[in-house]
Every structure is written in structure tokens, then in C-alpha cells.
């Protein structure tokens, strides 16, 4: 069996690893079924021993000694058999530690309850799921699952948001994504899906592979191809089906990519990590852009496009959390 350098492992139980580990960590899953199958052996280990530290709680630098002693890990940095931290301890740390990363919330399973993973504003979250299958989420969104043995028998999971999924493939067990409005059955394959309640449309995005959508209620099934998007209009029940664009995925380096989108075509997602509504006067709402931003502030964002569109001021109430802007000649 492969093994992990002992500080990977640690940042795995604080929940700390990097996306970059997260993947090697999930790769490693991927490798064999013994793998997947130990980690999940870790979990249930954890639900027969209702071990009572939170991560929150093994975060102190004492707790850390006495979590070393007991899982037997090192303060060195050298490799170590995962062998070695199968124990109750470890197990309880495990299910929340890859399940998200800074900035993320996750409940603790208890018997059949589902673990939920959720994101507020301006955060996002990685998570490998018991079957090796991996997935990030946006900001201001939720993925619930249930535990697992459940979840090896039946992948199914619950989103409310939008996140990117990269499925481990199992021809006898479909992977399936349960949306307000539609469900998604893939075997094995990369998309992302962004399904938020206050948007006035959802998407379906397949980078690899492929992916089957019933809409709710006999409103149709579809098929995606790779490079293709399905635009779901729930109101009016209208789907099309489009070429990809790569604004759909910039989230996922924490991106914001206007690709000739008004301030309007964004506003949601700039509150989503920003935290701020938009008020635009008439006149304003149909200037478009083509930009890429990522560690700018909201305040540097609006600053370019007034430079941009010079005709444009902005103001921002940091009270009331809102952005208004106008013609510099509106009164």
C-alpha cells in the first residue's frame, strides 16, 4: 500500500490540505479498491466509537501532541504506513478533515444521518467522497451525502449551489446528483453544475465523459457530449443545449470572468464572494466587459470598469452591503 508523508496526513486530520493534496490524497483513493476500501474502513471505525474531540478541538498544539501519540505519527516528515493510524481517534478526524477545506463547514455524521458540506460567502470547498469520487464547491452552496456504507451502495448526492465533480467510474453503480428541478446520472466523468435558488437559470457542464439529465416532472431527458452546457430555465421548462464557455469554470481557480457580461450578468456571483447586492440605474445595466479578475477587491473591480466606462461612478455602502452605480451625470 502507498504511503503518505506524515505531515499530509496531519493536515489531512486538521482539514488544512491544499488542493494540490487533496488531490494526491483522492489519486491515492483511486488507486486500487484496498485504498478506497481503507479509508472508508477509518470511517466506520469512527461511527462505532463516537470518538468526542471535535477538529476544532484537536487544533490546539497540545491536543496535536496527544493526537500524535495516539495515531503513533512522527513530527517528522517522514513517510509512514497507513497502517498505522487505524484507530477510533483518527477515524472521527478523518470524515470532516478531506471533506472541506478553509473556509467550510461540515456536520458530523451520527447513525444514517447524511454529512453535509457547505460554503458561505467568498468560500469554497474540496471533498472526497467514500467512493473515491471527488468534488469542489462554490461559494454559497451545500452537498449532502450519506455516509458510508450507504453511499457505497448508492451514489447519490444532494446539491444546492454549484460545484464540480470528478467521479471515480463504476459501471454497476451509476453516480447520480439530486437538483432542485433535474437530476444527473454519470458512470464515471468530469462537470460541474450550478443549480442556485436565486438564479433565474441552471447549468450543466461536462468536461469528460458523459452525463444524463432528467428534468423533474417528465419534463424531458437529455445528453451531454463533452465541451457541451445545458441551459435549464425552471419557470418556463426551456432548455438549450450550448457550447461551453470558460467563464463557467473560472470559479474554480476563484475567478470572476466577465466573457462580454454585463455588471447585471454577474451580480450574483460577485455577491456570492463578495457579499455585496447591486443597484444599477437605468442606462448602466447593459455595458459589457471582457475581463478576468481573481485577488482584486470588489472596490479595485469597480475602479477598472469606471476606468473602462468613464461615463460610470459607483459607490459602495459597507453598512448595508450594497454597490450602486450610475451615470456620473444622474442625480
Known amino acids: 500500500m502507498k504511503e503518505l508523508d506524515a505531515d499530509i496526513i496531519l493536515r489531512y486530520l486538521d482539514g488544512t490540505l491544499t488542493e494540490d493534496e487533496a488531490r494526491e490524497v483522492s489519486a491515492w483513493m483511486k488507486e486500487s479498491q484496498e485504498n478506497r476500501d481503507y479509508l472508508v474502513s477509518l470511517k466506520e471505525t469512527y461511527m462505532s466509537s463516537r470518538y468526542p474531540y471535535s477538529v476544532k478541538k484537536a487544533k490546539t498544539e497540545s491536543q496535536w501532541k496527544e493526537l500524535r501519540s495516539r495515531l503513533s505519527i512522527p513530527s517528522s516528515r517522514n513517510a509512514i504506513p497507513w497502517h498505522k493510524i487505524m484507530v477510533a481517534a483518527g477515524a472521527a478526524l478523518l470524515i470532516c478533515a478531506l471533506s472541506f477545506l478553509a473556509g467550510r463547514k461540515a456536520s458530523l455524521p451520527f447513525g444514517n444521518d447524511p454529512i453535509t458540506i457547505s460554503t458561505g460567502i467568498g468560500e469554497r470547498a474540496s471533498a472526497t467522497l467514500p467512493d473515491g469520487s471527488s468534488l469542489m464547491l462554490n ?25 464540480s465533480f470528478d467521479v471515480f467510474h463504476d459501471s454497476k453503480r451509476p453516480f447520480y446528483v439530486d437538483c432542485d428541478g433535474f437530476k444527473v446520472k454519470v458512470l464515471g466523468t468530469k ?90 440605474a437605468r ?29 460610470l461612478s459607483f459607490e459602495m455602502d459597507p453598512e448595508q452591503r450594497i454597490v450602486t452605480i450610475r451615470k456620473k451625470s444622474s442625480r
Open 139 to 163: 461559494s454559497c452552496s451545500s452537498v449532502s451525502y450519506a455516509p458510508h456504507k450507504a453511499i457505497k451502495k448508492n451514489r447519490t448526492v444532494s446539491l444546492q449551489g454549484e460545484a
Open 283 to 311: 442606462g448602466c445595466e447593459n455595458l459589457r466587459y471582457r475581463a478576468k479578475f481573481k485577488d482584486e477587491s470588489l472596490s479595485e473591480i469597480m475602479g477598472i470598469f469606471t476606468k473602462v466606462s468613464p461615463e
Open 191 to 280: 462537470f460541474n453544475i450550478r443549480s442556485y435558488e436565486d438564479a433565474s437559470k441552471k447549468y450543466i457542464s461536462l468536461k469528460e465523459g458523459s452525463v444524463k439529465i432528467d428534468l423533474d416532472g417528465g419534463g424531458g431527458s437529455y445528453l451531454l457530449t463533452p465541451g457541451q452546457t445545458l441551459s435549464y430555465d425552471p419557470t418556463s421548462g426551456k432548455c438549450e443545449i450550448l457550447d461551453s464557455e470558460d467563464s463557467l469554470f473560472g470559479w474554480e481557480k476563484g475567478q470572476i470572468i466577465f466573457d462580454n457580461e454585463s455588471i447585471a450578468d454577474k451580480a450574483l456571483e460577485l455577491k456570492r464572494k463578495y457579499g455585496y447586492s447591486f443597484k444599477i
